[in-house]
């Protein structure tokens, strides 16, 4: 059987070697297709392989359709809102995501996006400090629970909003719980979002949550930028010259942000959360043997298409 390891944004090398030795050691080929830029190249490579792995790597229907003898998919991360679970679940091809192994690299991103805002994208000028600050995180999932620890550490006042976790867990990490997400923005001077692209979340946080924030108030994005609606973004910031906001996923409209409203605005060059050499060694490693898993045990512990 064939593993197809399909990766625009390659693993480290050392996941790659990973992965290759759990793949192989299970007696399964390893095929990768690293850095592509054609989507031929992706439906030639998926024909013949009995297992993918992917990053954000778009696993459409056409794909699907491409892959005659697929039977898992694993995206190795999170969200997995890049591959069609219709198209897969209509085949009976199991999906998984791998929960939890790259969160700690989002985390310490978001830290050092607060940071980089306050202290004027590291240009000459005076600054404020995050310490004594409200952060608000908007979902307390694997990512978000972590960010309110180092925000904790940081002297930080953490609120959190998350209609799926009890009050009493936040509470016991010492983060105070916000009644609604109104709530949350209105009391928050940094907003990490760390919520899903579903077609519930897609272009919900738009300028009523955005103009409602406090003075001097920075939205950190490292989550999708699909659940923003941009246009509200852009009223915000026009409205409210104090607002600021960061992303790692550029919006659609990034050239016109910057344009418009210049250090206020900032977007990493490529999503870089998830890249650090832990992170791929992490996710690659638990996707690899996740697969392996599945296909020797029939183990569906991850799968999200149920
Ligand atoms: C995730 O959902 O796990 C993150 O967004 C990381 O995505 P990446 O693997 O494309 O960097």
Do not use: W
């Not at 990768?32 to 030639?44: F, G, I, M, N, W």
């Amino acid at each position: 059987m064939k593993i197809l390891v399909a990766t625009e944004k390659p693993f480290a090398k050392a996941a790659v070697d990973g992965i290759r030795k759990i793949v192989e050691g299970a007696g399964y080929e390893l095929a990768l297709l690293e850095k592509y830029t054609d989507k031929a190249d992706l439906l030639a490579a998926v024909a013949d392989a009995d297992g993918l792995i992917v990053r954000s790597d778009k696993v459409t229907a056409e794909v699907v359709a491409a892959a005659q003898r697929l039977k898992i998919v694993v995206r190795a991360g999170a969200g997995y809102d890049n591959v069609d679970l219709a198209a897969c679940t209509e085949r009976g091809i199991v999906v998984m995501n791998t929960p939890g192994q790259n969160s700690n690299a989002v985390a310490e991103l978001v830290v050092g996006m607060m940071i980089f805002m306050s202290r004027n994208q590291f240009t000459p000028g005076t600054g404020a400090e995050i310490s004594g600050k409200r952060l608000g995180i908007h979902a307390y999932g694997n990512v978000g629970r972590i960010v309110a620890r180092y925000g904790k550490a940081l002297g930080m006042k953490v609120k959190a909003f998350d209609p799926f976790v009890d009050a009493a867990a936040m509470a016991a990490d010492g983060v105070e719980t916000a009644a609604s997400i109104e709530e949350l923005y209105a009391t928050s001077d940094f907003l990490s979002l760390h919520i899903p692209a579903t077609e519930q979340t897609k272009k919900s946080i738009g300028y009523a949550l955005l103009s409602s924030m406090p003075k001097g108030a920075t939205l950190v994005n490292t989550a999708r930028k699909e659940v923003i609606d941009e246009a509200g973004l852009i009223r915000a910031l026009e409205e409210r010259t104090d607002l600021k906001y960061i992303t790692d996923i550029a919006a659609e409209a990034q050239s016109l942000l910057c344009e418009k409203f210049g250090k206020r605005v900032f977007a990493t060059s490529k999503k870089m959360g998830a890249e650090t050499a832990e992170a791929n060694i992490n996710a690659g490693l638990a996707a690899a043997n996740q697969t392996v898993d599945f296909l020797q045990n029939g183990n569906r512990r991850f799968q999200v298409n149920k």
